[in-house]
């Protein structure tokens, strides 16, 4: 990546819309009070709480899987993950300079858990299940002080590691079967733990927390109950709620100024409890479950991270949740931009279909079809309708405002609707199906009539595109073919034929050539008339290219695929004038907005980027 790259100029990312809610304790509020900081893919991100303004930090080569910041905030730590056999780097972040201070491979396949002394001197990393080992880090030398295995052999595996509020010396580690307090013995370069003794009381620990005066140690397990362990005897102290136990496990646990307890359970749980009884002062109940809290200053505000991509924020007086962020939690698997007027835009995934507004990437509607999922869609020309392409076979056709279901239309294709597309005079729908069946449907007032089905592809459709005058389409398959149909008398005018899957084709605005994209990695240039390939680019140097759109004056194209890059073309050139650098998966789906400001991606992490489209059109 780093040679297709060099010294090419950079497209300029204007946001991003994405949040990995799966990452424990992933979502942080740095000292400055200024800025939440959390993980979406192999980046770090870095949000203005006042006006939303976003950084990020790269520099991971896969998933970002945990995330500490030290006490007074000069340094981020984040590990990631990779693949077995190979090490997992933990990286050190300048939080001052947005840059990075060290680079520290040493675990094997994944960090799982990171913290920072409260001198900010040493970082504690917690190795994954592949891995094992616990290692205490000098951060002013960058090299590591000394490690050992995070559990007993009667052990399971460990699942978090956390530091003394006051001492240096001190942390603990907790897991399945095991709950550590060490002793950093750094003359001797050595760590001690000590096991603490629970007696028949036997849990797995997912989350820890130390309080202020360095008396106790509270444990969140996978049973629904807190554990109070006193630091000093490592014995314990009491445990609870001993009826009313969180569903679905403790998920994570903050303390507060006060002395009580913030815990998040795997259920949606958010609650205030005592920390001396465990009863429960304040509730609130969130759709998913809870993986992270963050507390902004005293603990008057707090931030709450869920599985399903959701940040909220509480204020500790009313305790009130406020949605204040959404994305997607699974890839995204298509996106389409409302003609025209370049302001609203619709993902789909397998979850939903939602609509954002493109200047302020806000979520203004969710669609939902329970246990379905949503391969495409577009918006019809008129905007007055979203067409999607569905697993269980069938069409659907929505209302953007209200998100109604306008139109159903049932069994169109065996083995699932797989691609989509409007004619321009919005009085039909072209669809493909996992079948290779292409059809192609009249909409009527409250109804819908299948016009024909054209049968020549052998393999799944994988993009349809159809003519300005809607009187033809071209369809991309899996099956190494691209046809141009002819949709008025329901015949095959020509077809092109490579060596690859096609993933996405397009015509050039004049219509004389389409352009396709696939597993070759490579960007063919064909006639239309006579099918034959004019011109090949060597479109990516690894993996396949997954999507491609062309602007409205012909000028560039853009494509992106496995190899996370967004690239700008120059389509009589055939050459690339700029790269986007920021996906942290594979690239799904790009666009252009008709007015050529605005470039849209999204990837199989969940993210939605918006870049600044470089060529904007001459007024």
């Not at 979502?27 to 800025?35: A, F, G, K, N």
């Not at 945990?66 to 990779?82: L, M, P, R």
């Not at 001797?188 to 130390?210: A, D």
């Not at 396949?544 to 560039?556: C, F, K, L, P, W």
Request: proline share 3%; charged share 20%.
């Amino acid at each position: 990546m780093a040679l297709e790259t060099q010294g090419m100029p950079q497209l300029e990312l204007e946001a991003v819309i994405g949040f990995n809610g799966h990452v424990s304790a992933g979502l942080r509020v740095h000292p400055d009070r200024e800025h939440l900081i959390y993980a979406l893919g192999c980046s770090v991100i870095l949000k203005r709480i006042k006006d939303g303004k976003q950084e990020f930090l790269h520099g991971h080569t896969n998933n970002v899987s945990c995330i500490a910041v030290s006490k007074g905030g000069s340094y981020i730590a984040s590990g990631q993950v990779t693949f077995m056999g190979f090490k997992a780097e933990l990286i050190i972040w300048d939080y001052t300079q947005r840059a990075i201070y060290a680079q520290l491979p040493l675990h094997k396949a994944k960090v799982e858990a990171l913290a920072f002394s409260p001198n900010e001197k040493y970082l504690v990393s917690l190795g994954g299940q592949d891995d094992g080992s616990i290692v205490v880090w000098n951060i002013e030398t960058k090299q590591a002080i000394c490690g050992s295995l995070a559990s007993p052999q009667s052990g399971g595996h460990c699942f978090t590691v956390h530091y003394s509020c006051t001492n240096n010396n001190i942390f603990v580690s907790a897991g399945s079967g095991t709950l550590r307090v060490w002793e950093l013995d750094l003359p001797n370069r050595k760590i001690r733990p000590i096991e603490c003794q629970t007696g028949m009381l036997k849990r797995i620990v997912k989350c820890v927390q130390i309080s202020e005066d360095n008396q106790f140690i509270f444990c969140g397990t996978t049973s629904g109950d807190i554990m109070k362990i006193n630091l000093n005897t490592r014995l314990l102290s009491n445990f609870g709620p001993t009826k009313e136990k969180y569903s679905m496990g403790v998920n994570v646990l903050r303390i507060l100024k006060c002395g009580n307890l913030l815990v998040g359970s795997g259920s949606g749980t958010f609650a205030l409890c005592s920390s001396t009884n465990f009863k429960t002062l304040k509730k609130a109940q969130l759709d998913r479950g809870v993986t992270s809290i963050a507390i902004r200053g005293e603990g008057q505000q707090f931030y709450v991270g869920t599985d399903a991509a959701q940040m909220y924020r509480f204020s500790y007086d009313d305790f009130q949740a406020e949605l204040i962020s959404t994305s997607h939690s699974s890839a995204v698997k298509d996106v389409a931009i409302c003609f025209g007027t370049s302001e609203l835009f619709a993902t789909c995934s397998e979850d939903d279909i939602r609509l954002w507004h493109i200047d302020k990437p806000k979520e203004l509607l969710r669609i939902t079809v329970p246990n379905m999922t949503c391969n495409s869609l577009d918006f019809m020309v008129d905007g007055h309708s979203i067409i999607s392409a569905w697993n269980d076979g069938k069409i659907r056709v929505f209302a953007p405002e209200s998100g109604r279901l306008m139109l159903i239309i049932h069994d169109a294709h065996k083995m699932g609707v797989a691609a989509i597309a409007g004619t321009k005079d919005c009085r039909r729908i072209v669809s493909g199906g996992g079948d290779g069946q292409v059809r192609v449907w009249e909409l009527q007032p409250h109804s819908h009539r299948l016009l024909e089905t054209m049968k020549e592809h052998r393999a799944g459709i994988t993009c349809i595109k159809i003519k300005s005058d809607s009187k033809e389409c071209v369809t991309a398959s899996a099956d190494g073919a691209c046809i141009i149909w002819d949709i008025v008398r329901f015949v095959s005018l020509q077809m092109v034929i490579a060596n690859t899957l096609f993933r996405t084709v397009c015509y050039h605005p004049e219509e004389y050539q389409i352009i396709t994209s696939g597993t070759d990695r490579k960007v063919a240039y064909w006639d239309v008339f006579d099918g034959a390939v004019i011109r090949e680019l060597e479109g990516s140097q690894s993996g396949a290219i997954n999507g491609m759109h062309i602007s409205q004056d012909g000028r560039h194209f853009v494509t992106g695929g496995d190899d996370k890059l967004v690239k700008v073309w120059d389509y009589m050139a055939g050459a690339v004038t700029h790269v986007g650098i920021a996906h942290s998966g594979s690239i799904t789906s790009i666009k252009i907005c008709s007015n050529n400001r605005t470039l849209l991606s999204t990837s199989a992490d969940g993210a939605i980027l918006r870049w600044r489209f470089p060529h904007p059109v001459s007024p």
